[in-house]
């Protein structure tokens, strides 16, 4: 069965960076694009970032873009979040979750998030 | 970006009764549409993608209907495991965004 597990979340000053890591397992990890999305506490979720099955292309939601990297290793089966600069407006859960990947009478169709890990939380705080 | 707005923010219903949550996108995005549930403390849960497909394991009492801006997630009759918070999420622009959320209480 497909699994994601995050890991890497803790306390870091402001300023300061922190790496993520999604292992994933049950699945062809190489052949499917990988998000991360996030959820400050209480609120709802905001979508992250994007990488290809191939780590060809990359895609950042504005709040992040310039600060945090998202990448994979497909030898690794292991999907990365690398986040500098960090703010306290950063903290929240971090999940990792699977692109959708299927076809419907010869359409493929993508984008929805079908497997999502269980989190990990980034507190960025002094 | 492509802004999406949920109505209601939340919502209050009994066991049995049928529930409508709507989605509207600030431009037309077809239908990459989905939508998720999340209970407290868990990870969301894909229910249907592309506004209207259901996603395997999910109960039939769940339905998605729309195309270009508007969307709506049915309940037919609510259960007491679906007492959450639900989410659509557009996937026409590869900058995913996620409505607000409509949290779903018991009455």
């Known amino acids: 069965q497909v699994q994601l597990v995050e890991s890497g979340g803790g306390v870091v000053q402001p300023g300061g960076s922190l790496r993520l890591s999604c292992a994933a397992s049950?699945?062809?990890?190489?052949?499917?694009?990988m998000h991360w999305v996030r959820q400050a506490p209480g609120k709802g979720l905001e979508w992250v970032a994007f990488i290809r099955y191939d780590g060809s292309n990359k895609y950042y939601a504005d709040s992040v873009k310039g600060r945090f990297t998202i990448s994979r290793d497909n030898s690794k089966n292991t999907l990365y979040l690398q986040m500098n600069s960090l703010r306290a407006e950063d903290t929240a859960v971090y999940y990792c979750?699977?692109?959708?990947?299927?076809?419907?009478?010869?359409?493929?169709?993508?984008?929805?998030?079908?497997?999502w890990g269980q989190g990990t939380l980034v507190t960025v705080s002094s | 970006d492509i802004q999406m707005t949920q109505s209601p923010s939340s919502l209050s219903a009994s066991v049995g009764d049928r529930v409508t949550i709507t989605c509207r996108a600030s431009q037309s995005i077809s239908s990459y549409l989905n939508w998720y549930q999340q209970k407290p403390g868990k990870a969301p849960k894909l229910l249907i993608y592309?506004?209207?497909s259901l996603q395997s394991g999910v109960p039939s009492r769940f339905s998605g209907s729309g195309s270009g801006t508007d969307f709506t997630l049915t309940i037919s009759s609510l259960q007491p495991e679906d007492f959450a918070t639900y989410y659509c999420q557009q996937s026409y622009s590869t900058l995913r965004t996620f409505g607000q959320g409509t949290k779903l209480e018991i009455k």
């Open positions: 049950g699945f062809t990890f190489s052949s499917y694009g």
């Open positions: 979750a699977k692109d959708l990947r299927v076809t419907i009478f010869g359409v493929v169709i993508t984008g929805a998030f079908d497997y």
């Open positions: 592309a506004a209207s």
